[in-house]
């Protein structure tokens, strides 16, 4: 049977409704996770995951299989590519030792490419003979100079500021300021991101990328958030344009 881990930050029409769904197909073995709770977000979104299965762990239930997700499922991905997607991996059968994710590549600086696997929609399959956790830093424990390579360093921080209209983050741009509480957020984020795959291999769980059968929802999927990046970048440049002409 599989379990559902929703992870949020502060409510809305969408979570409440999804919440609600979730709480009548899979009962008690659903659990979602308010991260405005200062405990919960120690980590961001990982932070909630953990919470979420720990509550999980403590119904004393068998816990094999736990799909997690947050509500950027809801907030910035296509709305038929995430329900495909979900819907694929809440029915595919159980593989032990296995997360099922997206695949995606990091190009690092000197042009080399990090595959790793996105953290917004992915489910573990767990084997009883290991401890069932999700392998992840604390925020104020990770040492991002000491944990993430040179290499990958700059090519994390030339993401979170990018120097062109159109590249890195989606939420960051050549015309907008970003807070450095955002930026250590983020930072961490996909740190994170990149790094959980190797510690999953460590405890014994493997990857299946899923982006493949997912194929064209994914295609999709990337298009829409490629669209609203490049609406949300020229939005900036205009404003930023009206107030440097303004002065």
Avoid at 25 to 47: H, P, Q, W
């Amino acid at each position: 049977m599989k379990s559902v881990v929703f992870v949020y930050y502060g409510s809305s029409i969408r979570v409440k409704a999804f919440n609600s769904l979730g709480r009548f197909l899979f009962k008690n073995r659903y659990v979602s996770i308010d991260n405005r709770i200062e405990e919960n977000n120690r980590s961001f979104e990982f932070g909630g995951y953990e919470s979420g299965l720990s509550q999980l762990k403590a119904l004393n239930l068998p816990v094999y299989s736990v799909l997690f997700l947050n509500d950027t499922a809801l907030k910035k991905h296509f709305f038929l590519s995430f329900w495909v997607m979900f819907l694929i991996l809440i029915l595919k059968p159980y593989e032990k030792k296995t997360v099922l994710g997206i695949e995606r590549n990091f190009k690092c600086s000197e042009g080399n490419i990090i595959r790793y696997f996105t953290t917004w929609l992915f489910r573990i399959d767990y084997d009883q003979e290991i401890e069932v956790k999700l392998p992840c830093t604390k925020f104020f424990d990770f040492d991002f100079n000491g944990d993430i390579s040179q290499e990958i360093q700059s090519a994390i921080i030339g993401w979170l500021y990018p120097k062109s209209l159109f590249a890195g983050w989606d939420g960051a741009s050549p015309y907008k300021n970003i807070s450095e509480s955002t930026f250590l957020r983020k930072r961490y984020a996909i740190s994170q991101e990149l790094l959980i795959q190797s510690r999953l291999s460590d405890i014994g769980i493997k990857l299946k990328d899923m982006s493949r059968l997912f194929l064209l929802m994914d295609i999709l999927d990337l298009f829409y958030l490629r669209a609203i990046k490049i609406f949300s970048r020229l939005n900036q440049y205009l404003k930023y344009k009206i107030v440097n002409d303004h002065d």
